[in-house]
């Protein structure tokens, strides 16, 4: 039993440790904007899609009709069981 307690606790452990949020920015059209919209979308057992998280709906969050600069925001739990996805657009 202790050593079931230990592969468990290590295992936990080590799909925390792969778990990470990254940003990036994904394209870049002249100048920032004063505008910005966010969409989210999220993927649980690479099963269950929830929200779109697409350029689209992030401009339309945020009143944009010219899109400037596009970033992704990216957080994987547990080695991909969770990933949540945010795109960030600003513009005019």
């Known amino acids: 039993m202790k050593r079931f307690l230990g592969v468990l606790i290590a295992t936990l452990t080590l799909a925390l440790a792969i778990s990470c949020t990254t940003s990036h920015p994904v394209a870049i059209n002249g100048d920032i904007g004063s505008k910005r919209g ?10 269950v899609f929830l929200g779109n998280g697409d350029i689209l709906d992030a401009a339309q969050n945020g009143g944009i009709t010219h899109v400037s600069t596009v970033d992704v925001r990216q957080t994987v739990i547990l080695g991909g069981l969770y990933v949540k996805s945010t795109t960030i657009v600003s513009g005019e």
Request: net charge negative; hydrophobic share 30%; with cysteine.
């Open 38 to 47: 966010e969409s989210t979308g999220q993927i649980i057992c690479g099963l």
